[in-house]
């Protein structure tokens, strides 16, 4: 559709403005003929493969008082025979001999002048040279951004990969703390579970020299006249059942603070239980997604899973939270091990306590001879507790000289590493992490060696003291199986002793 017209005069017309018109019209002498060209579409860059549209025909406005007539074309001779309608080519010799300006006029201007030609040559040419010019250009950047595309893809991939790698090491290092944490704990529960029952046996063994002690109670009730009295056996027996009363309760009251305690323990260790598995789900789907290439198997688009966010915490909050649950189960730990300590104290001290009750009235009922029968054998016993005592810390002297012997080899390990290290060169020779657990770990051997010695000097001088003691002792009971063979056999050779061992066994 023509925007705009434009009226020209056949003298300002160029060659290429007379397309469409018929060149056998004979135009008579006049004023020139206007003629409207409409204007042609040029195509914008970047578009070189659309061409540029055509221009359109020319129309023809006669003036009124010229007529344009077809007189001056004359019928050509048509063959016997044919029956299609014959071309017609203009008669330049007839516009001439009629009106001779007027057929030169429209011969002249249906044709194109040679430096047209030449020009629209040249511009073929030149417009052929920039769209290989551009074309190249592009083609060259075609090659350009698909290598970069694909450097940048594998590059991405293989940091994908990297990331993915240093994910696995971090999950299988909380993994690893969790599950020998994990396992720590379950150590940990049965000791706690033995303690408890060490606990309600100790409460059973309480009622046989309970009864023990009633039965005596309730048998010295039969004594008659001035013997009925409240004597010290009385006095040590009726203390001795408050003892076992007392020492039941104190029992029953730590016995129901194991249970309390089994059970955060247990709380502690489903949670290590709970993580332990996630992070092998984890750890085997990541391992599943680290191992994937583009040539894998079971690779899918997923549209749109890059804005899906499944996520339920972040690095920091993940680490805190294993962190969380081994340092709740370490602390679970260390109350455990500090109640199974102080089972094994109270138990101790309970028996000691009912024993000392128990030897106390014994001592009171068999008066002097049963009092120096219990002294020998309390002599006897703490005898053979400092000569096994001896035993144990001369195989702990030997036990400290040798832990100091093996030390040795790993200082000499750690101390060649250092020496080694300083022969790195140049930039090499860093005070890297490696370097500084290397200078940590030998002053952690010098300490633990100093240490040590320290030690082994205390059990030297324990050790004097228990020879010293043991000499004592033996010395002591000598006198005692003297003054008691004197009382038993020559004084109380009729005499004998209750049969009664009234102890918690544990």
Known sequence: MVEKSETVMYSQLQPWSTVGADPCMEQTAGPPIPIRIGQYYETPR???????????????????????????????????????????????????????????????????????????????????????????????????????????????????GRRLGERITDTTFWRNEVRTELERLITENSLL???????????????????????????????QGVDLVHDQPEQSLLKEVEIYRNSQEKLRALLDKTKGQLRNCRAAQHELETDVRSKESALGIDNMCHQLNNFSRGINYYGGIESYDPTVSTTTTWAENSNRIVQRSQAERGKSTQL?????????????????SWSSTNNALARRAAEILETKSKLQMHLHKVQQEIFEIEKNMELLRKAIQDKSNPMKVAHTRLEARTHRK??????????????????????????????????????????????????????????LFIDREKCMGMRRSFPITATIKY
């Open 46 to 160: 970047p578009h070189p493969w659309r061409p540029t549209l055509g221009y359109e025909s020319v129309e023809v406005a006669p003036l009124p008082s010229q007529p344009v007539t077809n007189a001056i074309v004359d019928p050509c001779y048509t063959p016997y025979g044919m029956s299609t309608e014959p071309l017609k080519f203009p008669n330049l010799v007839t516009g001439f001999e009629r009106n001779p300006a007027h057929a030169a006029r429209a011969a002249l201007y249906t044709r194109y002048t040679p430096l047209e030609w030449t020009q629209s040559n040249l511009t073929h040419y030149n417009e052929s040279d920039t769209n290989r010019n551009y074309a190249e250009r592009l083609r060259g950047d075609f090659i350009r951004v698909m290598r970069e595309t694909d450097e940048k893809t594998a590059q991405g991939q293989r940091e994908s």
């Open 193 to 223: 579970q033995e303690s408890l029952r060490m606990l309600q046996k100790a409460i059973l063994d309480i009622e046989a020299p309970l009864h023990i002690a009633q039965e005596c109670l309730y048998q010295r009730e039969n004594r």
């Open 340 to 356: 199974r300590s102080d089972i094994e104290n109270l138990i101790n001290a309970v028996s000691s306590e009912i024993w000392d």
């Open 426 to 483: 140049e930039v090499e020779l860093c005070r890297d992490t490696a370097q500084d657990r290397l200078v940590v770990e030998v002053r952690d051997l010098q300490d633990s060696i100093e240490y040590l010695h320290r030690k082994l000097q205390e059990a030297e001088a324990q050790h004097q003291q228990l020879l010293k003691t043991r000499a004592n002792l033996e010395s002591d009971l000598h006198s005692k199986v003297n003054a």
